[in-house]
């Protein structure tokens, strides 16, 4: 069973790891750039 269910897991695992990655490090990169506006601005 643990074989069968693993592929499947996997792609969940892919699938919930890139909604992360979009919901946390997307803010971050766009939080990065706009700070180095301001600090060009200085």
Same mark, same amino acid.
């Given at each position: 069973?643990? %074989?069968?269910?693993? @592929? %499947?897991?996997?792609?969940?695992?892919? @699938?919930? !790891? @890139? =909604?992360?990655? =979009?919901?946390? !490090?997307?803010?971050? !990169? =766009?939080?990065?750039?706009?700070? =180095?506006? !301001?600090?060009?601005?200085?």
């Amino acid at each position: 069973m643990v %074989g069968v269910a693993e @592929s %499947g897991d996997d792609f969940t695992k892919f @699938s919930t !790891i @890139s =909604q992360w990655f =979009q919901t946390l !490090i997307h803010p971050l !990169i =766009q939080q990065c750039q706009f700070s =180095q506006l !301001i600090s060009l601005d200085v």
